[in-house]
Structure formats: structure tokens, C-alpha cells
């Protein structure tokens, strides 16, 4: 449990403070090689949630059409 409260109070504020957020469209063409895969992590863990959110909404739909159909 130590290493679960180590992990989200210590590790996760400190990789999302040393994240190179670029500002601008020209900040995001400057990025180089390394800090896209400093990035990436972050950025597959949105597409993960964005895509689960898409599936949890047509279920939700597809559920509300069986329950009036």
C-alpha cells in the first residue's frame, strides 16, 4: 500500500511537472525526439480513456434503445 501512496503522491506530481507542455503549434513542431517520449505515456493514457469513454457511451445508448424498444 506504501508503494501505491509513494507512487501517486510523489512520482506521478514530478513526471507531470517535468512534462515539456508546449504552448503553442510552433512549440509542438520544436519537440524533439525525446521529449515526445517523455510525452507519450501521457498521451496513451488519454487515447486509452477518450476511447473507453466512446465505448462506455454507445453502450450506454444501445442499452437505452433495448430498454424502450
Known amino acids: 500500500m506504501r ?4 507512487v501517486l ?3 506521478v ?10 504552448r ?3 512549440a509542438i513542431q520544436s519537440l524533439t525526439l525525446r521529449e515526445w517520449l517523455y510525452l507519450l505515456p501521457l498521451l496513451l493514457v488519454v487515447a486509452g480513456l477518450a476511447r ?3 465505448y462506455f457511451i454507445l453502450l450506454l445508448i444501445f442499452l437505452m434503445f433495448l430498454i424502450n424498444a
Open 24 to 26: 503553442d503549434y510552433a
Open 52 to 54: 473507453i469513454s466512446f
Open 3 to 6: 508503494e501505491v501512496e509513494r
Open 13 to 22: 506530481p514530478r513526471y507531470l511537472k517535468g512534462l515539456p507542455i508546449p
Open 9 to 11: 503522491k510523489r512520482d
